[in-house]
Nanobody, 122 residues
């Protein structure tokens, strides 16, 4: 599967953005999907994940719980990340990735999308 992320941009603190990740190639439905982010000088970190098929079990990092929501549209081969109440510390490049199951370990995910920049100004 190939992944194409989009939707990043510059937003003020308290604002919202919705990221999209479109998958092409093999069966999207059977892939768990995750969003990760990487800020300059920091390691890539787990943000949110959603299980495969229509089960749709979701998982979040504590830092985004209650503000971000991950969802998937299997008919459109797309996974979304709705980001609300954004904070300057959310500034990072956001990546989507596929895995056999949702984990918080970036090493379990392959392939990765190209990333989309999110910048939150104070």
């Amino acid at each position: 599967v190939q992944l194409q992320a989009s939707g990043g941009g510059l937003v003020q603190a308290g604002g919202s953005l919705r990221l999209s990740c479109v998958a092409s190639g093999r069966a999207f439905n059977s892939e768990a999907m995750g969003w990760f982010r990487q800020a300059p000088g920091k390691e890539r970190e787990f943000v949110a994940g959603i299980s495969a098929w229509s089960t749709g079990d979701t998982y979040y990092a504590d830092s985004v719980k209650g503000r971000f929501a991950i969802s998937r549209d299997n008919a459109e081969n797309t996974v979304y990340l709705q980001m609300n109440s954004l904070k300057p510390e959310d500034t990072a490049v956001y990546y989507c990735a596929a895995a056999l199951g949702v984990t918080r370990d970036a090493n379990d995910y392959r392939p990765w999308g190209q990333g989309t920049q999110v910048t939150v100004s104070s």
